[in-house]
């Protein structure tokens, strides 16, 4: 069976145009617009409810288009950007995070202004005298108001970025999803449409182990190790992310990474490699986590992942898939590369197979993603910093 991504109903949309929250009791318009950065507005989509895959280890009997084909066998997910390309590949859950933040901040009448202008003027943190515990709270109900209308808009979940500053902190990032989530429950999301994306520090590790003892969902980024990925399915994380393209460019311009070269010496792309080797790990010893594929970037990293949970494609590669037709006897085969089959097939190390704890990340972790960790909590750091920054200038705003 495969999945296509389809067009929201007319109904669907203009429903959304009257979205209440129920602490303001105001609404917001939603539109579209094209207008935006590459860096501004960004869908992220995996469907919450299950799907059926194709059991055929390929497709080579009916023409369809290659989009189609490659469905069979992984959720594929828009990394939409703009908002023209909601109507071309709908996304079906969405991410909330700082750089979403900025953009709708950044220009007028965009979508979901209001929800960020409603946070501005919530009373309860209107009333707080500390200044950084009042951004905060402006923040916070920013997050939140905004999410909760993407809720009302999409099917899937709705992820949540953690302050990237927290990142090693462990109580401080729990702390922050309780509050995140409990401006969730006053908005009426129930905690299994939402996720909420944590750096796969170990103290974000930590932290994920205990919240998803709890029963709430999260979602842990900036893999790029195996050390990480096995720490964070080991925690019991609802959603894997790992950088298949940044892996790639770190290993075109550095060396000295003793797994990224051991991928290397065995003919391998060192990304692609490390999506391979932690779905093997979380098939074979049967974790619950769902691994996502990020920073694809050609069809052929596409193909060459067809049986991981996600994979997030670019545009430009969805559509040259959509356009492309997939016969019987074009040059590539639609074949599912990763299966619980052949993962019960791989083998692991006996020092892979550690219960793995603060040490032995630390000292697995090489220099790929030590740096690659680094830089991205840098930047999603920045990020946040902006946002506080912006809200303190235009707090508080003209209606108050």
């Not at 590669?317 to 356009?323: A, D, F, G, I, T």
């Amino acid at each position: 069976m495969s999945l296509t991504l389809q067009t929201p109903s007319s109904a669907a949309l203009s429903s959304a145009s009257s979205i209440h929250r129920t602490t303001t009791r105001s609404t917001f318009s939603f539109s579209l617009r094209s207008t935006l950065s590459p860096t501004t507005l960004h869908f992220k989509s995996h469907r919450c409810l299950s799907h059926t895959r194709a059991s055929a280890s390929s497709i080579n009997t009916v023409s369809t288009n290659e989009l189609d084909a490659v469905s069979a066998f992984s959720e594929i997910v828009p990394d939409t950007v703009v908002f023209d390309d909601f109507q071309k590949f709908p996304p079906t859950a969405a991410t909330v995070s700082s750089s979403l933040l900025l953009g709708i901040c950044g220009l007028p009448d965009t979508v979901f202004r209001n929800a960020v202008e409603m946070a501005l003027a919530d009373f309860e943190c209107y009333g707080i005298e500390n200044s950084k515990a009042r951004l905060s709270c402006f923040v916070n109900k920013a997050f939140a108001n905004v999410g909760s209308d993407m809720a009302k808009l999409v099917p899937g979940r709705v992820s949540t970025e953690v302050d990237a500053r927290l990142a090693y902190d462990t109580h401080a990032i729990i702390r922050k999803v309780h509050d995140l989530l409990k401006l969730y429950n006053d908005s009426n999301v129930p905690p299994q449409r939402l996720l909420f994306k944590i750096p796969s520090t170990w103290q974000g590790i930590e932290a994920a182990s205990l919240l998803e003892s709890e029963g709430i969902q999260t979602h842990l980024t900036f893999v790029y190790s195996f050390a990480q990925a096995a720490a964070a399915a080991q925690a019991g994380a609802s959603v894997i992310q790992i950088f298949v393209g940044r892996i790639r460019d770190w290993a075109r311009k550095h060396s000295g990474d003793t797994e990224i070269e051991s991928a290397q010496l065995r003919g391998e792309d060192p990304g692609l490699a490390l999506v391979t080797k932690a779905y093997n790990y979380i098939h074979k010893y049967g974790h619950k986590s769902k691994l996502m594929a990020a920073a694809v970037r050609n069809k052929q990293d596409l193909f060459s992942l067809l049986g991981v949970d996600y994979i997030i494609a670019p545009l430009k590669v969805l559509q040259s898939l959509k356009e492309s037709v997939a016969s019987p006897d074009e040059k590539y085969s639609f074949v599912r590369r990763l299966s619980p089959q052949s993962a019960a097939q791989y083998t692991f190390s006996d020092e892979e197979l550690v219960k793995w704890d603060k040490d032995s990340l630390a000292n697995a972790m090489g220099p790929a993603a030590l740096q690659l960790l680094a830089a991205g909590l840098d930047g999603h750091a920045d990020q946040a910093k902006r946002v506080e920054d912006l809200f303190g200038k235009i707090w508080p705003p003209p209606n108050v």
